[in-house]
């Protein structure tokens, strides 16, 4: 075959060739063909983001029309910021590189990824040392660095608006290891609200505390015009208060301006060291009898200030002091008067006029001329003051009123052995403090008391003394201790019933007591009545005769009986006694009296059997004597009896039962006697 056959036949088969491989490109039944990627890029190139942020970095690939899109995402340093599908987050700070890559044709864009530490938060603390001028402020930022960043700037931020307009800041240098920090605030507004906040800078961010507000001090407690002192005819001593206190300041200037208008003051002096919060400057070369004006001013840091104006005279001289002849004084008698003296210094002062007052009036008053009056029990101060300065003294008032007598409701009294009376004592005047009285007896022999009440001992005369605690003075009471006075013969008027022991009499009173009253019925005896068993007319004296009605006393009865039906008067009634019939050993026959006194008689009885009643009763010179004692007995119980009777030294008695016959019973027991006895002071068994 020659060389150009040859030829045609590779043209022609190279033609089948490239026959054969398009069909193998093109899929059978489509026309498309594969668009291939040519690049990738990212939408930021860098960027930063803090701890704990993310960042959506979006991927573009190229062509726009390319077939296969799909990308793969990386991260140079997962410990600092990790991607996922472009979405980066920061873990810590440092920097990263966060990669995309094309899956068709490899094709690569990068982002250079700074992660900055977290925002630090910052706490407002609060202020102290608050003055008229200035101010520390308090705060806290929350780090946990043992070494401050390299930016880190802490610092307050204040304003006269509350949502900081317009703010001043002011930077700390004074942070602890715990980053407690503060700052002075200066140049501020007396009297002035304030409102502030703290700051953290770090790593180009801020963050602010919680807004808090202050408010500065008045002018008057950093600067006040005081009064001059020491004002002569040319002369005199400026005075003003300055309290640099918590002032936070560089320079300070103080002084006075005066002149002789009250318009104006002009003309400057400077003030002396500062001392106790206080500086004076003395103003010479005055004008004789002419007024003048000064107040007191302060520039610190620039900034000025005055006090009010106020003024003075060369024509005075000022009061410096006042003083009272007394401090002290006490009246004991409402009424008296006395008058105090002040002396106002120095002596050539201008103006010594004062004036008085007291503090409680009701105790004591005080007039123009310092004369003082009590006027009643108590305390009370009495203070001069001057009407130049108002400089003051004091005299410390008591009035305590004293006693000036004491009498009794009384100047004699009867009682009875064993009886008791009170006396009252009165204290003159009746507004007197101490009204304590002290009781004596001259014979307690007689009669003792106490406390005002009087006890009867034994019969005779005794000196009841009242003495006042206050002044020792005295009243007395003469008092009469009279004896029980038994009656024997007393006869009564009319018998109402005799067997009962009532009776009815009339006489005069010949002695009264607290108790009762002893009367004699007109003959030779005497009859002493009880008031607590008769009934004895009101307004008894002595001396009077009086009608008396009731039941004759245990301690004493009537003799002699008269019977009310019979139409004789002076008729004697003896009572029908009965033979006794004695059972047991109860009768004391013969008991011969020692003392003139009550004899009490007691009977200790039991009945074997039946029931019955037993009298008792006594004879005495063959009469009757009253006290009998009646007793209901009842079988198989045991009784003490006790009777009473009248006696006198020397009489026997014969204590026999009365009415005590019983058939088939027997009665045990045995009869004592008890005299009473008089110990000369009291009666007593």
Not at 55 to 81: F, G, I, R, Y
Not at 85 to 106: E, F, M, P, Q, R
Not at 266 to 286: D, P, R, V
Request: with cysteine.
């Amino acid at each position: 075959m020659n060389t150009f056959v040859k030829r045609v036949l590779f043209v022609f088969a190279a033609i089948g060739v490239l026959s054969a491989c398009s069909k193998e490109e093109k899929p059978s039944g489509s026309d498309s063909k594969t668009i291939r990627v040519t690049g990738v890029t990212l939408s930021v190139p860098s960027a930063d983001i803090y701890e704990g942020e993310t960042l959506e970095l979006v991927a573009t690939v190229a062509p726009q029309d390319a077939s296969n899109k799909k990308v793969s995402w990386a991260s140079s340093n997962n410990a600092v910021a990790t991607v996922q599908d472009g979405l980066v987050s920061a873990v810590k700070a440092g920097n990263a590189t966060i990669s995309v890559t094309t899956a068709d044709g490899g094709f690569k864009a990068e982002c250079a990824v700074t992660v900055k530490a977290k925002l630090v938060p910052s706490v407002t603390v609060g202020s102290e040392k608050i003055s008229t001028l200035s101010a520390v402020l308090k705060g806290k930022a929350n780090l946990e660095e043992a070494t401050a960043p390299a930016d880190l700037k802490l610092g307050f931020q204040y304003s006269v608006s509350a949502d900081l307009q317009n703010a001043k800041t002011v930077e700390s240098s004074d942070a602890d290891a715990a980053y407690n920090y503060s700052a002075g605030i200066t140049g501020l507004e007396p009297a002035v609200k304030y409102y502030f906040r703290s700051f953290v800078h770090k790593n180009g961010q801020d963050s602010y505390g919680e807004v808090m507000e202050l408010t500065t001090k008045a002018l008057s407690s950093l600067l006040e015009t005081k009064d001059a002192g020491s004002i002569e005819e040319t002369s005199a001593v400026l005075n003003a208060k300055l309290d640099l206190t918590d002032v936070q300041y560089t320079n300070v200037e103080y002084g006075f301006y005066w002149g002789t208008s009250a318009e104006s003051q002009t003309t400057s002096l400077e003030g002396g060291a500062i001392s106790g919060n206080q500086y004076s400057a003395s103003l010479t070369g005055l004008t004789f009898k002419t007024q003048y004006w000064y107040k007191a001013y302060l520039t610190i840091d620039g900034k000025s200030f005055q006090g009010e104006v106020k003024s003075f005279s060369t024509s005075m001289i000022a009061v410096q002091n006042v003083s009272l002849d007394k401090t002290e004084h006490v009246f004991d008698t409402i009424g008296e008067t006395i008058t105090l003296t002040a002396t106002v210094l120095p002596a050539e002062a201008s103006d010594k006029s004062v004036s008085w007052a007291s503090d409680n009036t009701a105790v004591a008053t005080v007039d123009n001329n310092g004369k003082v009056t009590a006027v009643g029990n108590g305390k009370a101060n009495i203070t001069v003051t001057t009407t130049d300065q108002g400089k003051t003294a004091s005299c410390a008032i008591t009035v305590a009123q004293k006693v000036t007598g004491i009498s009794l409701d009384r100047s004699n009294a009867t009682i009875l052995e064993g009886e008791t009376t009170v006396l009252t004592a009165t204290i003159a005047p009746a507004n007197a403090v101490n009204k304590n009285v002290v009781w004596t007896t001259s014979n307690a022999g007689v009669a003792t008391v106490s406390n005002g009440t009087v006890t009867g001992v034994s019969a005779g005369n005794a000196t009841i003394t009242a003495t006042s605690a206050d002044g020792g003075f005295t009243a007395e009471c003469a008092v009469t201790v009279t004896a029980y006075m038994p009656v024997l013969d007393a006869t009564i008027a009319e018998v109402i019933a005799a067997d009962g022991g009532k009776f009815r009499v009339k006489g005069a009173v010949i002695a009264k007591a607290d108790k009762g009253i002893i009367i004699n019925d007109g003959g030779d005896q005497n009859l002493y009545i009880f008031y607590d068993n008769a009934a004895i007319e009101s307004g008894v004296v002595v001396g009077a005769t009086v009608s008396v009605e009731g039941t004759h006393s245990v301690y004493g009865g009537v003799v002699e009986l008269r019977d009310p039906a019979s139409s004789v008067i002076g008729e004697t009634i003896t009572p029908k006694a009965q033979e006794p019939r004695l059972i047991g050993d109860y009768a004391i026959d013969a008991y011969k009296s020692s003392h003139s006194e009550l004899i009490k008689v007691i009977g200790d009885y039991t009945v074997e059997a039946g029931a019955h009643t037993l009298t008792f009763s006594a004879t005495s010179k063959g009469q009757l004597v009253p006290g009998s004692v009646t007793a209901a007995l009842s079988s198989g119980t045991r009784y003490a009896v006790t009777g009473y009777f009248v006696g006198s030294n020397g009489t026997t008695f014969s204590i026999l039962p009365v009415s005590a016959e019983v058939s088939n019973e027997r009665i045990l027991g045995n009869t004592t006697i008890e005299e009473y006895e008089f110990d000369g002071e009291n009666y007593a068994w």
